[in-house]
């Protein structure tokens, strides 16, 4: 392996797996092909060196619109993270228009390019929210424009795939996906849990699919081993801790590590809900940002019940323990865990 182009490279994940594979020494140049310029914090200090010396190089790049050939370098594997994945926020035509779109002009240009791999972070949100268990055998059933789109991106990738015997092809559909920089929905517990203003709905015992950013560069290399070793042109893999972390576990483990000593409150889910509906309406005639959206409280409220299932038939050993996972993150980014 010489040239890696990961599309999305300066979002949370791409920024990870740059790192990581800056310690692969048969990697000898990363593009990060992204809109945004890579992020300089505390924890992306080797990332910064190799910008420096070459090894990394930014390329500007909006995925939705056709990839100037003449301007990507020959590639010999492409990694397509870029997507639109927030929810609420985007509107519904948003996710296939970037999703599909992208999904598209990645595979064209893999395919201009004569790469013969590439790797596809999908997600979870396919199989729909689900209080049974399900794994890489079951049928998805999206729920949301961004499940959807994700399943259908990944027929792109596959088809792709499909039309060259050579072709090797990795999906992997992570559930939420934590860590330094990730400014999501577990940088909001944390936050709320460190701040005091944490409450349980009746969702103790919710169970929540995902896993430490860390781990996921892992479990991807794993993917990729895997594939030379067996030579399996394609694989799925579901990414998250096994077993299944829930609510519960996520906050004590975050009071431990933050030394919250507080207990969380708890509150019918029902009012939390009805609630939520007025303080978003008003939060949006006023363009105030707040953590407290219907649609957020839903999601906290349901599980997401999906088991890495192929990874456990494989033999995959985890690095990192639900607590392990956020000791490293408060060692990269101690401002999280902080009042």
């Keep these: ?108 240009y893999a395919a201009a390019a004569g790469c013969t791999r590439i790797v596809f972070t999908s997600s979870i949100s396919p199989y729909g929210p689900t209080e049974s268990r399900k794994d890489e055998a079951s049928i998805p059933v999206p729920e949301t424009p961004y499940g959807g789109s994700k399943l259908v991106a990944e027929k792109i990738h596959l088809a792709w795939q499909a039309s060259k015997a050579d072709r090797k092809l990795l999906i992997v559909r992570p559930g939420v996906v934590f860590g330094p920089g990730e400014g999501g929905n577990v940088t909001r517990l944390v936050r709320s849990i460190v701040r005091g203003y944490f409450l349980y709905m009746g969702n103790r015992t919710t169970r929540k699919a995902g896993g430490y950013v860390k781990e996921l560069c892992r479990v991807i290399s794993f993917g990729l081993e895997h594939q030379d070793r067996t030579g399996e042109a394609v694989t799925l893999l579901n990414f998250s801790m096994d077993p299944l972390p829930a609510i519960e576990d996520f906050v004590k483990v975050i009071s431990n590590i933050a030394n919250i000593r507080r207990k969380p409150l708890s509150v019918p889910r029902g009012l939390l809900l009805g609630t939520s509906y007025p303080i978003d309406v008003v939060a949006r005639l006023f363009g105030i940002q707040q953590p407290i959206s219907p649609v957020r409280v839903r999601k906290m409220l349901r599980s997401t019940n999906i088991e890495p299932k192929r990874l ?21 980014r101690p401002e999280d865990f902080a009042l």
């Design 312 to 332: 456990r038939e494989l033999g995959y050993v985890y690095h990192y323990s639900l607590e392990q996972a956020f000791e490293d993150w408060k060692r990269d």
């Design 1 to 108: 392996m010489e040239t890696v182009v990961i599309f999305g490279g300066t979002g949370f994940i791409g920024t990870h797996l740059s790192q990581f594979l800056l310690c692969d020494s048969a990697v000898q140049e990363i593009v990060l092909a992204d809109l945004n310029p890579p992020r300089n914090e505390g924890y992306t200090t080797a990332l910064q060196d190799a910008l420096a010396s070459g090894r990394v190089r930014y390329l500007n790049c909006d995925v939705r619109q056709s990839l100037p050939l003449d301007a990507f370098p020959h590639a010999d594997m492409i990694f397509n993270l870029a997507a639109i994945h927030r929810e609420p926020g985007p509107l519904a035509s948003e996710y296939y228009e970037t999703n599909l779109a992208g999904a598209e002009h990645v595979c064209a």
